[in-house]
């Protein structure tokens, strides 16, 4: 079995390896990966090694506040200390595969996870705002019929480090001053894979993600994005505060049984009683955000948007409405912008918040749905295969 990543398929807009800067990932070592430690386990490791805890939150500033990954750099800690840590710590980002532009200010990177593997991180910026797409996954079990990471399976979870890393890799990339202008405004679990399926390395990463010595994002600014797994969206809501969004893509269990197998698991009616459990008793503003993928002649009709409309009334709700993006052997076509609009008008008409997501980065296969990531010796392991109920 190959053990390279494949970037052959990339199209021509792709820039070389290795720009802004970037040094290549060091060899592998059993050293352990910062960006895998949330505040807590820092501060225990460094008290493991007979160090002040408060040193965490040191180190934890130079790395997300300031962009430094060498230690021989963190020049407030004595040569000492910083010489303990080299022996047993690392601060390693991955390895930059590939990277595309589009014309409408979209980037894409291919990151290189592991021996053979690789995922897709994109930013997409916006009036006011930059949005980070990232993978929580190395493909995904979940399955859903018109998603193109569903066609090669899951290959395995990603590590906490491998989650955080994605974000400082893209805020290095963007050549944005870490202390003082964001770039990265806010991320999104919308990228490769289910969070949810992934509980316990999602949680570490959201807090690195949300820590005033970490990333420092806002908690509504980091949304996780879930097909739908019932018991953890309850865990999400007790482990930390953040912004959800439901891909719901049908009103009717029967529909979305097709669409989002999950629904078989947990039908719409738990669903939604979970969706209520998340916003119950918390700020007036909360809502969850419902994805809905327009596909032609599939879930785009009046009739079904009257239905959505009955299953959201009364719930703090906002509908994103997604263009199908097509992707190679998809039996799915986009819904014409008519049916979008009318699907809108429905839903407005009854009082419900409903937006249509501008679709960005087609040119470079970053928009919804559209990551795929290059896998060779994967798994191919199915929604069937993984037992996703919690005891
Ligand atoms: N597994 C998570 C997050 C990844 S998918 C989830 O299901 O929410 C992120 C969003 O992209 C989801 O709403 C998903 O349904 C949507 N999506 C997937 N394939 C798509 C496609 N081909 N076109 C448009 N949106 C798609």
Redesign the pocket.
Known sequence: MSSEVQTDSMPAVSVPVAKDGLRPAPAASGATNLFGLDRLSLREQFAGIGEKPWRADQIMQWIYRRGVDDFAAMSNLSRDLRARLEASFVVRPPQLLAEQRSVDGTRKWVLRIGEGQAIETVFIPDKGRGTLCISSQVG?A?D?A???TAQQGLNRNLDVAEIVAQVWFAAKALGGDFQNERVISNVV???M???LANYGALIPAIRILQDDFGFGLSKRRVTV???GLVPFIDRLREAVDTAL?I?L?APDDTLRNELVPINRKYPLAELMDACRRYTAGRDHKMHVVY?Y?MLDGVNDSPALARDLARLLGGMPAKVNL?P??P?PQTRFRRSRPEAIEAFAGVLRGKNILATTRRTRGEDIDA????LVGKVLNKQKRRLSDIPVRVA
């Open positions: 995904c979940m859903c018109f998603c193109s679990f919308m990228g894979g289910e969070p994005s879930t097909s969004a891909s893509h994805e993928v997604i199908f993006n992707f928009a919804c749905g559209q």
